[in-house]
C-alpha cells in the first residue's frame, strides 16, 4: 500500500495562514477523491475539505470562505490554503485519498501534521 506524505504545519498567531500539502505515493493509483481531516484530543476526526479528481469541493461550515482546498492530479497531490486562522482550528490535520482500482476501493491516511493557532 502506498503512502502520503504531509507538510506544512506548525505554529501560527490568529489571523495568520498555512498551506498544508500532500503527496501520495506513485504506488497509489486511481485516487478519485483527496481531502483533509482534522482532530483534536477527546473528539472525533472531522472533515475540513475534499476534492474530487474533477475538482469539486466540499468543505466544513467552520472553514468556508477562510480555506481554500485545490489538488494537481499530474502530481497526486492536495494542498490546504488556510486564511484567518482562528484557535478553535488547532488539531492535527490529516491527508486522506481514495483509490478506486479492479481490486475495490482503497482509503488511504497520511501520518497526520500539527496545526497549532495561538499567541
Known amino acids: 500500500q502506498g503512502e502520503l506524505v504531509e507538510s506544512g504545519g506548525g505554529l501560527v498567531q490568529p489571523g495568520g495562514s498555512l498551506r498544508l500539502s500532500c503527496a501520495a505515493s506513485?504506488?497509489?493509483?486511481?485516487?478519485?477523491?483527496m481531502g483533509w481531516y482534522r482532530q483534536v484530543p477527546g473528539k472525533q476526526r472531522e472533515l475540513v475539505a475534499d476534492?474530487?479528481?474533477?475538482?469539486?469541493?466540499n468543505y466544513a461550515d467552520s472553514v468556508k470562505g477562510r480555506f481554500t482546498i485545490s489538488r494537481d492530479n499530474a502530481k497526486n497531490t492536495v494542498y490546504l490554503q488556510m486564511n484567518s486562522l482562528k484557535a478553535e482550528d488547532t488539531a492535527v490535520y490529516y491527508c486522506?485519498?481514495?483509490?478506486?482500482?479492479?481490486?475495490?476501493?482503497?482509503?488511504?491516511w497520511g501520518q497526520g501534521t500539527q496545526v497549532t493557532v495561538s499567541t
Open positions: 476534492i474530487t479528481r474533477g475538482g469539486s469541493t
Open positions: 486522506n485519498a481514495v483509490s478506486f482500482t479492479r481490486f475495490g476501493r482503497t482509503i488511504h
Open positions: 506513485g504506488s497509489i493509483f486511481g485516487i478519485e477523491l
